[in-house]
């Protein structure tokens, strides 16, 4: 890949990591909590409904992981539109130190949370967020 294409890529980056937020600010109503309850029941494997929103403080804490969420996504890619082309390596880099930190937290987390198949999950994501970026481009 070259750096063109590593630079479209981090659109790709931007959105798969931005989607969840939008999702997951959803479950702060009760009456649009449920594309963030059955997310997190999905990433909590198995599927069986045990997962609610019906805690103020789940809700919060919805609110808090969407903002974060979004302006990450965001964040990358202002990044890929603004800093790159002055920058390429070191955006390149600060994208997978981000993503790599975030996957070791969550997973982490997930697993001392009693919920191992979210960090299977993560592989999957990271794989999908980090994509060709793992490689420096041709003509970096």
Not at 12 to 41: N, Y
Not at 69 to 87: E, I, K, N, P
Request: aromatic share 10%; charged share 15%.
């Amino acid at each position: 890949m070259n750096k063109q294409q590593h630079k479209r890529y981090l659109k790709v980056t931007a959105l798969v990591i931005g989607s969840f937020g939008p999702i997951f600010s959803l479950g702060t109503m009760p009456k649009t909590a449920e594309p963030a309850r059955l997310t997190l029941d999905l990433l909590s494997w198995p599927l069986d409904g045990g997962t609610t929103f019906l805690h103020p403080d789940t809700r919060f804490l919805s609110a808090l992981t969407g903002g974060f969420l979004t302006g990450w996504g965001v964040m990358v890619w202002c990044l890929s539109a603004w800093v790159y082309d002055l920058a390429p390596r070191g955006v390149r880099q600060a994208v997978l130190t981000g993503l790599c930190a975030w996957f070791v937290l969550d997973s982490a987390g997930s697993i001392a949370s009693g919920n191992a198949s979210n960090a299977l999950i993560n592989v999957l994501v990271l794989a999908l967020a980090a994509g060709p970026l793992w490689r420096p481009a041709r003509d970096e």
